[in-house]
């Protein structure tokens, strides 16, 4: 919530710092409505509007700006209880300048007059305002006793970074320019929370990357997607869309609706049941963050010559910043569950290597999904030098040696990268190492 007189510069500090998508602006709706954003009479309609749309936002996983004052009491208040409603986190962004400042490039607002706040005395919206804000800002500043559910960053005396979502047209970059000089992958997780706890380990420098699946297999999954969520949420993390999320958030959205006619596993059982033993409040809030959380995972991701996609990579998404496929398309599915004969060997598929071939030289995919090895990762390299790393080695499953011999329990692996922008060429990343639970 952004928290200041008209004139403040709130605009301005919004567009150094947030994605103009991230942005609900109560002057934008006026002009939409109105055409004019100096129109006040319809306040009630702007109002409805900013609710509606920052929580349709927040149900898809977005973050949001709301570019008004909100400095009467009832304005914050209106948006502050949507946020508590919503259970999102809520931060108080003051800012302010002089009066003789914001007089110097008032435009519009100097020729809009209301009654000042103590003195009922007409006055240019500018000075009604500051006087508005001034009687309030013992309030705002104490984030309006609402203790820790408000953060307060006042502008005028703090500084202060704001999280950016991963770039898709140029990630490296934006990894370097936020600070990251590593990313960890991780495979696939599969609810195994004490090797999550080790693999997220890292230190502030380091970027988290995670394949998909981080559920099913075991009831654990639950906590873990809460967990990425929030590392996603914050800027410290991205995860693909594996097929287990795209399964459990299709029977999500079923289930609200005619109910889901799939067909539900031994390892989908472990999220569905519980999931269904929640609390209604409870389910409704960790199935929004889901959807929210599925909504915001790329099918893939590209790192320079480095592709990490869930299943298997097409050879058109290299050099793709769609980084999401087409709905029921080949390279969804190889996105999603890689290739296969139709067989299966030891109740799991036979599956196809043919994609490996077509990876350029010197660029390197990196998968999850296939168990070819519970022992460590295993790299496939083609006649041109490129080469697949299959990163899943069996985390909460138990594999029975592709039918060759007695079951045994997989574990968690994952492979460390380290980020460059040294060479004539612009940025690039180096493997570095793997490690495993």
Same mark, same amino acid.
């Given at each position: 919530?952004?928290?200041?007189?008209s004139?403040?510069?709130?605009?301005?500090?919004?567009?150094?710092?947030?994605?103009?998508?991230?942005?609900?602006?109560?002057?934008?709706?006026?002009?939409?409505f109105?055409?004019?954003?100096?129109?006040?009479?319809k306040?009630?309609?702007?109002?409805?509007?900013?609710?509606?749309?920052?929580?349709?936002k927040?149900?898809?996983?977005?973050?949001?700006?709301?570019?008004?004052?909100?400095?009467?009491?009832?304005?914050?208040?209106?948006?502050?209880?949507?946020?508590?409603?919503?259970?999102?986190?809520?931060?108080?962004?003051?800012?302010?300048?002089?009066?003789?400042?914001k007089?110097?490039?008032?435009?519009?607002?100097?020729?809009?007059?209301?009654?000042?706040?103590?003195?009922?005395?007409?006055?240019?919206? +500018?000075?009604?305002? !500051? /006087?508005? @804000?001034?009687?309030?800002?013992?309030?705002? #500043?104490?984030? =309006?006793?609402? $203790?820790?559910?408000?953060?307060?960053?006042?502008?005028?005396?703090?500084?202060?970074?704001?999280?950016?979502?991963?770039?898709?047209?140029?990630?490296?970059?934006?990894?370097?320019?936020?600070g990251?000089?590593?990313?960890?992958?991780?495979?696939?997780?599969h609810?195994?929370?004490?090797?999550?706890?080790?693999? +997220?380990?890292?230190? !502030? /420098?380091t @970027?988290?990357?995670?394949?998909?699946?981080? #559920?099913?297999? =075991?009831?654990? $999954?639950?906590?873990?997607?809460?967990?990425?969520?929030?590392?996603?949420?914050?800027?410290?993390?991205?995860?693909?869309?594996?097929?287990?999320?795209?399964?459990?958030?299709?029977?999500?959205?079923?289930?609200?609706?005619?109910?889901?006619?799939?067909?539900?596993?031994?390892?989908?059982?472990?999220?569905?049941?519980?999931?269904?033993?929640?609390?209604?409040?409870?389910?409704?809030?960790?199935?929004?963050?889901?959807?929210?959380?599925?909504?915001?995972?790329?099918?893939?991701?590209?790192?320079?010559?480095?592709?990490?996609?869930?299943?298997a990579?097409?050879?058109?998404?290299?050099?793709?910043?769609?980084?999401?496929?087409?709905?029921?398309?080949?390279?969804?599915?190889m996105?999603?569950?890689?290739?296969?004969?139709?067989?299966?060997?030891?109740?799991?598929?036979?599956?196809?290597?043919?994609?490996?071939?077509?990876?350029?030289?010197?660029?390197?995919?990196?998968?999850?999904?296939?168990?070819?090895?519970?022992?460590?990762?295993?790299?496939?390299?083609?006649?041109?030098?490129?080469?697949?790393i299959?990163?899943?080695?069996?985390?909460?499953?138990?594999?029975?040696?592709?039918?060759?011999?007695?079951?045994?329990?997989?574990?968690?692996?994952?492979?460390?990268?380290?980020?460059?922008?040294?060479?004539?060429n612009?940025?690039?990343?180096?493997?570095?190492?793997?490690?495993?639970?």
């Amino acid at each position: 919530m952004m928290v200041g007189p008209s004139g403040a510069g709130k605009s301005t500090l919004i567009e150094r710092h947030f994605n103009s998508r991230e942005v609900i602006s109560t002057d934008a709706l006026r002009v939409e409505f109105t055409g004019d954003k100096r129109r006040q009479d319809k306040d009630d309609e702007v109002l409805a509007e900013v609710s509606r749309r920052v929580e349709a936002k927040i149900n898809v996983g977005q973050r949001v700006v709301i570019d008004a004052t909100h400095v009467r009491d009832q304005d914050r208040r209106r948006s502050l209880e949507l946020g508590l409603m919503l259970d999102v986190p809520i931060t108080y962004l003051v800012v302010n300048r002089s009066v003789e400042s914001k007089m110097q490039k008032a435009g519009w607002r100097k020729d809009i007059y209301v009654k000042k706040l103590t003195s009922g005395k007409l006055v240019s919206l +500018i000075e009604a305002h !500051e /006087d508005t @804000f001034v009687a309030n800002e013992h309030k705002i #500043l104490a984030g =309006d006793s609402q $203790g820790k559910k408000v953060m307060v960053i006042d502008t005028r005396v703090e500084e202060f970074k704001v999280a950016r979502e991963l770039s898709r047209e140029n990630p490296v970059e934006q990894l370097i320019s936020s600070g990251f000089n590593r990313v960890r992958v991780v495979a696939d997780v599969h609810g195994n929370l004490e090797s999550f706890r080790k693999a +997220i380990d890292v230190p !502030e /420098d380091t @970027f988290l990357l995670f394949l998909g699946d981080l #559920l099913d297999y =075991d009831v654990r $999954g639950i906590q873990i997607v809460e967990r990425v969520y929030k590392m996603v949420q914050e800027g410290r993390a991205i995860t693909l869309r594996g097929n287990h999320e795209r399964k459990i958030a299709n029977w999500v959205v079923k289930e609200r609706g005619n109910g889901f006619e799939g067909s539900i596993t031994s390892g989908n059982d472990f999220t569905v049941n519980m999931v269904k033993a929640m609390t209604p409040a409870r389910r409704a809030l960790w199935e929004r963050r889901f959807l929210a959380l599925v909504d915001l995972s790329p099918d893939w991701i590209q790192l320079d010559r480095f592709l990490f996609v869930h299943g298997a990579a097409h050879r058109s998404i290299w050099d793709d910043t769609l980084f999401r496929a087409e709905e029921e398309s080949k390279r969804m599915a190889m996105a999603m569950f890689g290739e296969s004969t139709g067989k299966t060997i030891g109740g799991y598929p036979e599956r196809l290597y043919n994609w490996v071939d077509d990876i350029p030289t010197r660029h390197t995919a990196v998968v999850g999904h296939a168990v070819l090895s519970t022992e460590e990762p295993l790299t496939k390299t083609n006649d041109k030098g490129g080469k697949a790393i299959f990163l899943d080695t069996g985390s909460s499953k138990d594999i029975d040696d592709f039918g060759r011999g007695p079951a045994v329990r997989g574990h968690l692996s994952w492979m460390e990268l380290s980020i460059g922008a040294l060479s004539r060429n612009g940025s690039y990343v180096v493997f570095d190492a793997f490690g495993r639970d």
